[in-house]
């Protein structure tokens, strides 16, 4: 059974700074798309950040300069590197990955992460 854990959140001040985790294992195809959604209270999930296997990135403006995803296609881990957090980046992350030949993709539970003083 293919399992997504997220791991990393937690209570941040603003301007800190704060490196998530997500793994994926169970699975005998390593997912070619990897992605990092946050979804604020009251609102709706949202694409932070989206690397593919080949290392190809890509950021919501919103975080642009502030973030770094990267990732470990060995470990089949993605790692999210959040800097100069903002009160407004308070938000449960969560890790999806997608293994496009099987036309499948996979949601892990997700990690919060308050930033506040």
């Known amino acids: 059974q293919v399992q997504v854990v997220e791991s990393g959140g937690g209570l941040v001040q603003p301007g800190g700074s704060l490196r998530l985790s997500c793994v994926v294992s169970?699975?005998?195809?390593?997912?070619?798309?990897m992605s990092w959604y946050r979804q604020a209270p009251g609102q709706q999930r949202k694409l932070v950040a989206v690397?593919?296997?080949?290392?190809?990135?890509n950021y919501a403006a919103s975080v642009k300069g502030r973030f770094t995803i990267s990732s470990d296609n060995a470990k089949n881990t993605v790692y999210l590197a959040m800097n100069s957090l903002k009160p407004e980046s308070t938000a449960v992350y969560s890790c999806?990955?997608?293994?496009?030949?099987?036309?499948?993709?996979?949601w892990g539970q997700g990690t919060q992460v308050p930033v506040s003083s």
């Open positions: 999806h990955a997608t293994i496009v030949p099987l036309h499948v993709d996979y």
């Open positions: 169970g699975s005998l195809f390593r997912p070619n798309v």
């Open positions: 690397i593919t296997s080949g290392g190809s990135t």
